[in-house]
């Protein structure tokens, strides 16, 4: 395994402008994370997908928010009209879920910047 | 709701002293219990799991039993190294979701 990639590594953008994370889980995985951490927090939950289908929404995820996974392979994470209240690291996980303790791989994550 | 609460940090230890991490939780049914790691400049890692009670999860030296009568899951290690210097985060997962819920992270300094 290759591990989770995520690309890019870092975004600084300015407030009001739109931005697209993509994510490449690990070969086979069908399960696909999206997370996000701010400084001095632990990772919280946005959404995630089984294979292309979308299953579950935060309410973090306002309507800006969009996440893609268009042929159960990679997905896309965009947001709209940024806000400085969105600058954070977005992480990626995959898993192939068999049980309900399946492990989550983590990406390295994409460090937002909105100035 | 469901949630997870770790001791704050930093911990910070000399070589080869024992630590504790503390966690505790709140769940509704039967969680999963998870110990991540995040070592300086890295992704996450999984440390260490336990799916029931009495579980214990170990893994490069750490451990971890799950506590159901104190809804607990501490992380122990007997004798720390330099190289253990990171990030811990507890973590629970839910029967009837698939989203990991984090504490807020425990920092651990372990000087020589």
């Known amino acids: 395994d290759t591990g989770v990639s995520q690309d890019p590594r870092h975004k600084i953008t300015k407030r009001g402008q739109n931005v697209t994370f993509r994510c490449d889980p690990i070969?086979?995985?069908?399960?696909l994370y999206w997370y996000r951490q701010t400084l001095g927090q632990g990772p919280e939950f946005l959404t995630y997908f089984q294979n292309e289908a979308q299953l579950e929404k935060s309410r973090l995820l306002s309507d800006r928010f969009s996440a893609e996974r268009p042929k159960g392979s990679f997905s896309t994470l965009e947001i709209q009209r940024t806000e400085q209240g969105d600058s954070a690291m977005y992480l990626c996980?995959?898993?192939?879920?068999?049980?309900?303790?399946?492990?989550?791989?983590f990406g390295p994550g994409t460090r937002l910047t909105v100035l | 709701g469901n949630s997870v609460t770790q001791m704050e940090g930093p911990v910070t230890l000399s070589e080869e002293a024992f630590l504790t991490i503390n966690c505790t939780y709140t769940a509704t049914g039967y969680p999963s219990l998870f110990w991540y790691v995040q070592y300086p400049g890295e992704g996450l890692q999984l440390l260490l799991k336990a799916t029931k009670a009495d579980d214990k999860g170990s893994n490069k030296g750490f451990e971890a039993t799950y506590r159901k009568e104190t809804t607990s899951f501490h992380l122990e290690k007997g004798s720390v190294q330099v190289s253990d210097s990171a990030v811990y985060f507890c973590a629970l997962k839910v029967d009837n979701t698939d989203k990991l819920i984090f504490g807020t992270g425990t920092r651990l300094q372990v000087f020589p």
């Open positions: 070969s086979e995985h069908n399960r």
């Open positions: 996980a995959s898993t192939r879920f068999l049980d309900r303790a399946d492990t989550q791989y």
